[in-house]
């Protein structure tokens, strides 16, 4: 059984940090790109950020660039993304999802697997 389950979301104040887990499951975590995708109530689901686990490159959307890092731990199967000087357009639901493709910009429906989500507030 495919699982993606995510940590760490939460209440920050504006300009704080937060790090974000995916635990992955059931799938040969090697051969993926894990990546995240983030909604806001009433807004499209947008592209956040995604690493190609086999040589690590990564993506990021245009309004996360330099605040957000992605990294992976290969053993544990697990990618993170620190997400620093968080701002109030930030605030979403994160969901963690994986392709066996880079799919960088595809839609949704291009990732074959999604974790549940975890929920980002930024407010002081």
């Known amino acids: 059984e495919v699982q993606l389950v995510e940590s760490g979301g939460g209440l920050v104040q504006p300009g704080g940090s937060l790090r974000l887990s995916c635990v992955t499951s059931?799938?040969?975590?090697?051969?993926?790109?894990i990546g995240w995708f983030r909604q806001a109530p009433g807004k499209e689901r947008e592209p956040v950020s995604l690493?190609?686990?086999?040589?690590?490159?990564?993506y990021y959307a245009d309004s996360v660039k330099r605040r957000f890092t992605m990294s992976s731990d290969n053993a544990a199967n697990t990618v993170y993304r620190q997400m620093n000087n968080l701002t109030p357009e930030d605030p979403a639901t994160y969901s963690c999802?994986?392709?066996?493709?880079?799919?960088?910009?595809?839609?949704?429906?291009?990732?074959?697997?999604w974790g549940q989500g975890t929920q980002v507030t930024v407010s002081s």
């Open positions: 690493i190609s686990i086999s040589d690590t490159h990564t």
């Open positions: 059931g799938f040969n975590f090697d051969d993926y790109a």
């Open positions: 999802v994986a392709s066996y493709h880079d799919h960088w910009l595809w839609p949704p429906h291009a990732y074959e697997y």
